[in-house]
């Protein structure tokens, strides 16, 4: 059971370059996020989804596209790749919500470098 | 604007010493809390979650306290560790008409030397 696990670790960008960072998850989980944590913020939600095939927007959408093709994996997309999105990006998943105590599980990150 | 403060920003203190972090929060509607341990260079984990009803919950030597009247809640870690160094995230959840947010804080840093 490998849990949350995401793909690369690290990374670097030139400025307009695009990528996709894929998270997988063995969990049987519905519900999958993607955050980012920057210095100074708490981590902020940009996608995340409810279920095979359904995405929704989180809290800073704008430069990121996401699939959830196939229920164990989410994809998070960037088709231009700017400095500001220099960040530590991580996924997590979790049963539907319902109950007070749903947990989230977290990947380990991937530290993403734009120049 | 829901906000999660914590502090303080970073910490350290001696193995074996014990110590209390702090959070406050203004979240609404609010429906749980949760600390989570986050060491360097890896995804945070959970440690405990707490409901509204739940003033007290132990982990081994994580003890949460929550306070939702004065909207405060703290993390006691006792008899530290060197694995214990982490960053500790408050998160609180606000639930409306089924849709879950989350709100993160910025953390504490916990040094544990020997």
């Known amino acids: 059971n490998a849990g949350v696990t995401q793909t690369p670790k690290f990374r670097v960008l030139k400025t307009g370059q695009s990528m996709t960072l894929l998270c997988a998850q063995d969990?049987?989980?519905?519900?999958m996020y993607w955050y980012r944590q920057d210095p100074g913020m708490g981590l902020r939600l940009i996608h995340y989804?409810?279920?095979?095939?359904?995405?929704a927007k989180g809290e800073v959408p704008d430069g990121y596209n996401v699939s959830r093709l196939k229920k164990q994996n989410f994809l998070l997309g960037l088709e231009s790749a700017a400095p500001s999105q220099t960040s530590v990006y991580f996924c997590?998943?979790?049963?539907?919500?319902?109950?007070?105590?749903?947990?989230?599980?977290f990947g380990p990150g991937t530290r993403l470098t734009v120049l | 604007k829901n906000q999660v403060e914590q502090s303080p920003q970073s910490l350290i203190i001696l193995e074996g010493k014990n110590c209390t972090l702090q959070c406050n929060y203004t979240v609404s509607p609010f429906s749980n809390l949760r600390w989570y341990k986050q060491d360097t260079g890896r995804g945070p984990v959970s440690l405990t979650i707490?409901?509204?009803?739940?003033n007290t919950k132990s982990n081994r030597r994580y003890t949460a306290t929550l306070d939702a009247d004065t909207k405060q809640s703290s993390l006691h870690i006792t008899a530290s560790q060197l694995s214990d160094s982490a960053s500790y995230i408050c998160?609180?959840?606000?639930?409306?008409?089924?849709?879950?947010?989350?709100?993160f804080g910025t953390g504490t840093r916990l040094t544990i030397i020997p």
């Open positions: 998160v609180v959840s606000a639930t409306n008409f089924g849709n879950e947010k989350l709100t």
């Open positions: 969990m049987n989980h519905e519900y």
């Open positions: 997590a998943s979790s049963y539907a919500s319902g109950s007070p105590y749903n947990e989230q599980f």
């Open positions: 989804s409810v279920g095979e095939g359904t995405t």
């Open positions: 707490m409901t509204f009803s739940e």
